[in-house]
């Protein structure tokens, strides 16, 4: 496995690949890897001849007052992890250089971007677009991998890659658990026992509105968005963001449940930490 960090060596490398003919498969992450970013790296390796993970925690997704100073790290652990897993190269560029001093050019989606996540984090996805952006252009995918625990993000890249033409196609995998339920997630680690009992109901109150939909078959938005507010409330540590029923493909708010179309999608604090999570109804 080989490590870059000088984003100029990614590029000429990437262009080497392009120019040979070799297909890339990519794995976007922030670092601090868990299984569920594994399950990204297993899932593109299938397809791939060499197989890149990018390490980077994005500055511009963050907002000010959020936690970009204290989002775990462990680089060591991290390579550990991408070599056992087979990963061929793993970029993890240093931030001088991904938004060199003077950097003034920015992507932003205006449209996907601005619902649920985008509500609260207005300047997150336009940070997400942007770096999505730079990593395609220095590694040069074939294929990206990308969880569908982000499902907002996934339609936002999506559209991107579509608008702009990139010529790089979008593998989704599903959401990776903990085994209680609890979606995995880098942010997890900020839990304690009692705020990580609190964000189990998360995952609670998704099955508990997908049961309404796939076992009595209520197709009314209002009353399974009731059951899943009904389980939230439980956590006396838990502030809801948003709990609502979209499309999946579209992330627009639906006004019937569409089995296999329609998606449940909840954002909360626990205390501080906001965690996300969703469910494809049906
Ligand atoms: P992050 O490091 O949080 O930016 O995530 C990097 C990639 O891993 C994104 O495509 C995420 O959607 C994906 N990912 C994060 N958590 C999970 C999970 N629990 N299961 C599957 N994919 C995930």
């Not at 890897?33 to 594994?38: A, F, K, N, P, T």
């Not at 991290?78 to 990963?87: G, H, Q």
């Amino acid at each position: 496995m080989k490590i870059i960090s000088s984003v100029s060596e990614m590029q000429q490398q990437a262009l080497s690949w392009e120019r040979a003919g070799t297909q890339v498969g990519f794995v976007p992450t922030m670092g601090f890897l868990h299984e569920g970013h594994l399950s990204l790296i297993d899932l593109i390796r299938e397809r791939a001849e060499i197989l890149v993970v990018s390490i980077f925690v994005n500055p511009t997704q963050f907002a000010v007052g959020e936690d970009l100073e204290k989002y775990p790290r462990d680089m060591e652990r991290d390579l550990a992890l991408c070599e056992s897993r087979k990963v061929d190269y793993v970029f993890a560029p240093e931030n001088k250089y991904i938004y060199p001093p003077g950097a003034s050019t920015f992507v932003s989606e205006e449209k996907v971007s601005l619902g649920l996540c985008g509500q609260t984090r207005p300047s997150h996805f336009k940070g997400v677009t942007t770096i999505c952006s730079k990593l395609f252009n220095l590694c040069r995918p074939t294929w990206v991998a990308l969880g569908q625990k982000d499902a907002q993000q996934v339609v936002v890249i999506k559209r991107m890659i579509q608008d702009l033409h990139f010529p790089i196609e979008v593998v989704i995998g599903p959401t990776l658990r903990d085994y209680d339920g609890l979606a995995m997630s880098s942010r997890n680690s900020y839990l304690n026992d009692r705020q990580r009992k609190d964000a189990l109901l998360i995952n609670q109150a998704l099955r508990s509105g997908a049961s309404l939909v796939e076992e009595k078959d209520v197709r009314n938005v209002d009353r399974v968005k009731a059951e899943v507010m009904t389980v939230l409330r439980q956590g006396s540590l838990l502030r809801v963001n948003y709990a609502e029923v979209v499309n999946r493909e579209t992330m627009e708010l639906e006004n019937e449940i569409k089995p296999g179309r329609s998606m449940l999608i909840v954002a909360a604090w626990v205390d501080s930490i906001r965690l996300i999570d969703n469910w494809l109804l049906g």
